[in-house]
């Protein structure tokens, strides 16, 4: 066959260049953009938005959120994006390795629905690869059933080596293991200013934020609402089921924690704690644990050797059955729990079989506690911590060697604040969080300088909470607070 050509005018083209040239047109992506950091591709609409889930050449660039997007009347049984493409192995598919900039804009009414077909990974994105970015991302109004399913989250079933920062997902989390309201398991991951409100329902591995948080970093992030174990047998946390070999820092829990019976590690803030560091960390709510249950913590269910936790407060109720190693700080102790204390009741604790203490239930020889306390309720107890009235729980002088703000003898982070004779102490980090959860920003310097001079704090919600040495008045002792915490948590 000879040399096919084309002739437009006075130009010649030959044939094959032609078909490339329509191939080229057919197959060139159709969002506004280039996929680079300066010029991302670019979601306008609905259209858009799908265009970009059903299209993997988007997924290892730059992406922008331009518009608030709808998925009301939607039902998924994937993930929207990089779904995992097979139920019968590991992850297969093409992860999300690119960067997703949320801009600020929300996901609305995210449905995932599968009941039958057993698809893990379920998410707005199955899987975030090494490298790859979600941030400035909300989700609002979500809704995701797995009932066989593993590795479920709002943002992320699975999050390897990846960042999600600067994200909300606010909605309901339903399935098997690996479960939490952000992602499913994060692993090597850094989650940075995140939270999550709903309820989250599953069986191991399961939290309010992450299922498991192995050799990752979150910090500054917070759970409020529910998560409960159906048929657990491990791993139940407000925060996290399991933290192996990672960092959780300025972080905290407001949620009910429940479990079924013959469970273990669960805690109101993680499950358990292995060669791993937390520090300025608290939780609040309720953990329930049925009968025959162990290692039950306030904050921590159990904390392992070559373990930390450090500047952290549980002011969590225990309800634990006849069951066994239960603590208000932790169930079970092998490392270091130093400056650290327990507000919580313990209740039913005459069915608890062996090993309980309202700070700790049990204390390896290994383990140490320094500079604990706990509120004392009157109920049997061990020796592990030190006893306090609460009337003493409300005085500096009882926490010794405690980092309180403007004191220097024991160090100048000004990590713990507390109003004399009112409160028990607080952590600084999240009270100077005025506006968003985006870290110590202008917007936060904004709102306290608008309180500058104010005074009468102590009958004004403590200058809405601008008086953060309790003095009845903003000044210069405050400003001097607030700006050791200046850029804390920001990108």
């Not at 994937?78 to 139920?87: E, N």
């Not at 162990?294 to 904390?303: C, K, P, Q, T, V």
């Not at 603590?327 to 604790?349: E, H, L, Q």
């Not at 604990?372 to 109920?379: A, G, I, P, R």
Request: charge should be negative.
């Amino acid at each position: 066959m000879g040399n096919s050509s084309k002739t437009f005018g006075k130009l010649t083209i030959p044939l094959l260049v032609l078909l490339t040239i329509s191939f080229s047109v057919n197959t060139a992506l159709a969002l506004d953009g280039s996929g680079t950091e300066a010029d991302p591709w670019r979601i306008k609409s609905l259209v858009d938005f799908n265009e970009f889930a059903a299209d993997a050449n988007y997924w290892d660039d730059y992406t922008r959120l331009e518009t608030d997007v709808n998925l009301a009347g939607r039902t998924y049984s994937t993930a929207v994006i990089a779904p995992d493409t097979s139920s019968t192995s590991e992850f297969q598919g093409s992860p999300f390795t690119g960067v997703f900039d949320g801009n600020g804009h929300t996901i609305l009414e995210l449905t995932i629905i599968d009941t039958e077909t057993a698809n893990d990974y379920l998410a707005l994105f199955g899987k975030l690869g090494e490298g790859g970015t979600i941030k400035n991302l909300g989700i609002w109004d979500g809704y995701i059933v797995g009932f066989d399913s593993d590795y479920l989250g709002g943002i992320c079933g699975y999050n390897a080596a990846g960042t999600i920062r600067n994200c909300f997902y606010d909605g309901d989390v339903i399935g098997d293991d690996y479960l939490g309201g952000l992602c499913g398991s994060n692993y090597f991951g850094i989650i940075e200013n995140c939270f999550t409100t709903g309820a989250y329902n599953g069986d191991d591995w399961l939290g309010g934020l992450c299922g498991d948080n192995e050799s990752g970093t979150i910090t500054n992030c917070y759970v409020e609402g529910s998560v409960t174990g159906f048929f657990s047998l491990w791993y139940i946390g407000g925060l996290c089921g399991s933290n192996y070999r990672g960092t959780i820092t300025n972080c905290f829990v407001n949620a009910s924690v429940s479990a079924g019976p013959s469970s273990t590690s669960i805690g109101g803030f993680c499950g358990g704690n292995f060669e791993s560091n937390v520090s300025g960390c608290f939780a609040i709510g309720s953990v329930t644990a049925q009968n025959d249950s162990s290692h039950i913590g306030g904050l921590f269910a159990y904390n392992d050797e070559d373990s930390s936790i450090t500047n952290c407060f549980s002011n969590v109720d225990i309800t634990c059955g006849a069951s066994r190693y239960i603590g208000g700080i932790c169930g079970s102790n092998f490392k270091t729990i130093r400056n650290c204390y327990s507000a919580g009741y313990i209740i039913d604790y005459n069915q608890a079989l062996s090993y309980f203490g309202e700070l700790c239930g049990y204390n390896h020889t290994e383990g140490t506690f320094s500079n604990c306390y706990y509120l004392d309720t009157d109920v049997p107890n061990n020796s592990y911590g030190t006893p306090l009235t609460d009337t003493q729980m409300k005085q500096q002088t009882s926490f010794i060697n405690w980092d309180f703000v403007i004191e220097t003898a024991n160090g100048t982070d000004e990590i713990w604040t507390i109003k004399e004779g009112v409160k028990y102490p607080e952590l600084v980090w999240p009270l100077v969080q005025y506006h968003g959860w985006d870290g110590v920003d202008f917007a936060d310097y904004s709102f306290f300088a608008n309180h500058w001079q104010d005074s009468n704090c102590g009958g004004a919600n403590d200058c809405d909470g601008a008086d953060l040495d309790f003095s009845d008045k903003v000044g210069r002792a405050d400003l001097k607070i607030f700006c050791d915490h200046w850029l804390e948590g920001v990108e």
